[in-house]
């Protein structure tokens, strides 16, 4: 089966653009893109965030084709003893929904792009192991997937490589994640080029900042081997790679925080002016009341007011750039205030003045808003006089700023996940952030999401966690595999509109199977900011990652994949009313937190 819809198969074309630089082009017709709304009587760019769109509903029904397949092998290869009489093909076919299973990478730079390689490497059939690893298959079970920050880093590896695989990296089948020379370099004829590419877009008439350098050398790491370096890559242009049309790969999203404002390390994550966004191949925009709205990616900084193009030959092709995008999702620069010599200097320490000076030099050619200099600019706003808004913020400037996705304290992509019409039942959480002074997790992203969701959203039910990070790593939560929600009846939730047959929707929040960085084989709390690895510490990091999922190569847990299994299966077992087997129970005793009620 390959991907047909009449908007894909309309837009295919188009979708590559082959330099940095955006192009303009004549607009679609302004009905053409009621595809992505999910009911035919929305018009223009923008739809209203009651639902996933048209297309990814379709996309998704077609990836169901391929993963029911791939879970109902999984499953057959585990040992589940509560399921021995069950027939996993009948069980799946004769559940209303397939069983949606998404996998969630942290931020944390090159930290967590390398330690989740090695996490996500554990769940794929083409990654290599002597002796029996009967995790691999749930990567090709999935529907999503997600990165943050350092983990858009992992996802975009991949998924632009066509779903490559991480045994292939490492078998060198390609040549990204070299970083032996470190992303940022010292070298300033690569900088000279850097700059002479994004000067392209400056001759188009689009603000640059630091994101638009950095973004590149970025791309420079993860796609090496690709044409020009990833720099013509577009997100929309994911749209025409073959794994996508046939199914073939998890659906994927990175996150990016997005204002109307400059954000100050000060700032309280509270304001209408800053919201989540969702960038994936079909399109952009935030669940949050600030925004509730999503706009086809191909078009985003088209000049629009509500969604409608103000000028039907004037709309913008290509500023959905890969590099671009990704550079956003881990926009550092905005900690650093004011981009001087200094702080350039004590952030990157050890390289040559000549670096420092070049750096300053280019800043100083970029945008001559000062302000947004550390930002991703995005003008015109895609979502300007927005009004699907139900609160003044983003909508009401003619700018929009991009900056890290975990500026605001969630580590972690879950936000895309835990939205009920997406259905999602269980989620694998790879959280390599640093939230410790010694840079291991704490689980830190999951209270930062608890505050954000109830604050707009007092009525969502959210997971049972620990009082504090302090009790989170008392309890010892930071070094093993946890599993939180695993009581589903305690969370069901209600979206915030309506669902397509107009009844009032509610789902239960999906389990999280949450994995914490933490010390197996090798030391893997390396800094943030640390931009170079040899290829024996690159290859360190994958196999302590490896080894953090499998629990040490099955060594601390032999029956550890048959956990997993049940808590995969836990939501549908839950709306079919079944109650868990003795296997089942004592794997959620080993690892389900529960207040008061928690084993180590």
């Known amino acids: 089966i390959a991907l047909s819809t009449n908007a894909l198969a309309a837009d295919s074309a188009s979708s590559t653009v082959l330099g940095y630089a955006p192009i303009e082009t004549v607009c679609p017709a302004v009905n053409s893109q009621n595809v992505f709304a999910p009911t035919d009587e929305f018009e223009g760019f923008l739809r209203p965030a009651i639902s996933p769109s048209k297309i990814e509903k379709a996309w998704i029904n077609g990836r169901h084709e391929k993963t029911d397949k791939n879970l109902i092998e999984f499953l057959d290869n585990l040992d589940l003893k509560d399921f021995q009489d069950v027939d996993f093909e009948n069980y799946i076919t004769n559940l209303n929904s397939s069983i949606n299973i998404a996998f969630a990478a942290s931020g944390g730079g090159l930290r967590a792009m390398l330690s989740g390689a090695g996490q996500i490497s554990a769940f794929d059939k083409r990654t290599n192991y002597d002796g029996t690893n009967k995790l691999a298959g749930l990567l090709d079970s999935a529907t999503y997937i997600a990165g943050l920050s350092g983990g858009s880093w992992l996802v975009s590896s991949l998924v632009f490589h066509d779903w490559i695989g991480v045994q292939d990296i490492l ?13 940022i370099p010292t070298d300033l004829t690569i900088w000279e080029s850097i700059l002479a590419e994004a000067n392209q877009k400056k001759q188009e008439g689009y603000e640059l900042s630091v994101i638009d350098l950095y973004g ?13 370096q990833g720099a013509g890559l577009t997100w929309s242009s994911l749209r025409d790679i073959e794994k996508i049309q046939l199914f073939d790969m998890p659906y994927p999203i990175i996150l990016a925080l997005g204002t109307s404002i400059s954000i100050t390390e000060n700032d309280t994550y509270d304001s209408n002016d800053v919201a989540l966004f969702e960038v994936s191949p079909f399109e952009f925009g935030s669940w949050q009341n600030s925004v509730y709205a999503f706009t086809d990616m191909k078009h985003i900084a088209s000049n629009v007011s509500n969604g409608i193009p103000v000028d039907d030959n004037n709309c913008t092709v290509g500023f959905d750039s890969a590099p671009y995008l990704i550079g956003s999702s881990s926009d550092i620069f905005t900690a650093l205030g004011d981009l001087t010599t200094a702080n350039l200097s004590s952030t990157f320490p050890g390289l040559p003045t000549s670096y420092y000076t070049l750096i300053q030099q280019i800043l100083g050619n970029l945008n001559s808003n000062s302000t947004e200099l550390a930002y991703s600019i995005v003008q015109p706003n895609p979502f300007y006089e927005n009004e699907y808004a139900e609160e003044e913020g983003i909508y009401s400037g003619e700018t929009m ?27 694998v959480i790879f959280d390599n ?34 009082s504090s990070i302090e009790e989170f790593a008392e309890l010892g939560l ?14 069901v939730s209600h979206s915030y509109g309506e669902s397509d047959d107009s009844d009032e929707f509610a789902r239960m929040l ?57 808590a995969v299966l836990r939501r549908s077992q839950e709306r079919l009313g079944a109650e868990l087997g003795d296997q089942c129970s004592q794997c959620f005793n080993r690892y389900c937190y529960v207040s008061d009620n928690t084993t180590d």
Do not use: H
Not at 216 to 228: H, K, Q, V
Not at 440 to 465: C, I, Q
Not at 478 to 491: A, H, S
């Open 171 to 183: 078998d060198n089948k390609t040549s990204i994640w070299n970083l032996e020379d470190g992303v």
């Open 216 to 228: 590149l050398l970025i791309g420079r790491a993860i796609f090496t081997d690709l044409e020009n």
């Open 401 to 427: 700023l991009l900056v890290d996705g975990g500026w605001s304290g969630e580590g972690v992509p879950l936000d895309p996940f835990i939205q009920p019409s997406r259905e999602v039942d269980v989620v």
């Open 433 to 466: 952030d640093s939230d410790s002074n010694d840079s291991w997790p704490l689980g830190a992203t999951l209270f930062e999401t608890e505050e954000r969701v109830l604050r707009y959203n007092t009525d969502l039910k959210f997971y049972d966690l620990p």
């Open 478 to 491: 930071n070094k093993r595999p946890v599993f939180f929600g695993c009581n589903g009846e305690d969370l």
């Open 510 to 566: 999906p389990l999280l199977i949450y994995f914490p960085n933490s010390y197996m084989s090798f030391s893997s709390n390396t800094s943030t900011l640390q931009l170079e690895y040899t290829n024996e510490e690159r290859n360190a990091m994958i196999q302590n990652g490896f080894e953090v999922a499998t629990r040490m190569n099955f060594t601390l847990d032999a029956e550890f994949a048959e956990c997993v299994g049940c």
